[in-house]
């Protein structure tokens, strides 16, 4: 059973372009988080996910951000326009219906804008 | 989300017990007690959670205090690979099920 999976795993963008990071969750898994860890930080909650369905987002900046988990296919986070304070890894969480205690994460997307 | 107090950074040697404390004075009483850590260049790990009673798994033993403002991550025989940034972690039932991590606590394994 493959882990959470995340591509790419290092993303240069430069500033103004658009970023986008996928996740595919773990098989079986439902429910998806993304999280952002800025340099000798812990990490910062983005949004929660359903199929389809944005559960929780209160941990995403209102300008620029998005994210979205359709039926089919994997998780994107989405960053447009981006700047030099985007720059961080951004980590992929899944868990299982019902099991949401145990978050299993992605080995991180690192973004660095130049 | 309640708030958790972790050390920056401890030591250890190698093959020998580790004992990570984190202080919640803050902690409702539904609040679990979750852990992560985070290896080098890795996205995080589960390692063990609780409520009240103590807890055991195959990573580690869990012990809280009774009042349960503070709580004690074990390592039962510390290797090189458990050096990682160890997150103690307080989630609500009902907040959505997002983790708030702090800045952890550095552990070094000494060899």
């Known amino acids: 059973n493959a882990g959470v999976m995340q591509n790419p795993r290092h993303l240069v963008r430069r500033r103004g372009q658009e970023a986008r990071l996928r996740c595919s969750p773990m098989?079986?898994?439902?429910?998806v988080y993304w999280y952002r860890q800025l340099p000798e930080e812990g990490l910062k909650f983005m949004v929660y996910l359903q199929k389809e369905n944005i559960i929780d987002e209160s941990g995403m900046p209102k300008e620029r951000f998005s994210a979205e988990f359709p039926k089919e296919g994997p998780s994107i986070l989405r960053i447009q326009q981006v700047v030099r304070g985007d720059s961080a890894a951004y980590f992929c969480a899944s868990s299982p219906p019902g099991h949401t205690y145990e978050q299993y994460f992605g080995p991180g997307t690192r973004l660095t804008v130049t | 989300d309640a708030k958790t107090t972790q050390p920056n950074s401890m030591e250890s040697n190698e093959e020998e017990p580790v004992h990570l404390p984190c202080n919640h004075s803050?902690?409702?009483?539904?609040?679990?007690i979750h852990w992560y850590r985070q290896l080098p260049s890795q996205g995080p790990e589960y390692v063990i959670h609780g409520l009240t009673s103590n807890v055991n798994n195959r990573m580690a033993s869990l012990a809280i205090a009774e009042d349960r403002k503070s709580s004690t991550l074990i390592l039962h025989r510390a290797t090189l690979r458990d050096a990682a940034v160890y997150y103690c972690?307080?989630?609500?039932?009902?907040?959505?099920?997002?983790?708030?991590f702090g800045t952890g606590t550095s552990l070094t394994v000494i060899p």
């Open positions: 972690i307080l989630r609500a039932p009902n907040t959505g099920n997002q983790f708030y």
């Open positions: 098989k079986g898994h439902s429910h």
């Open positions: 803050t902690i409702s009483g539904t609040d679990y």
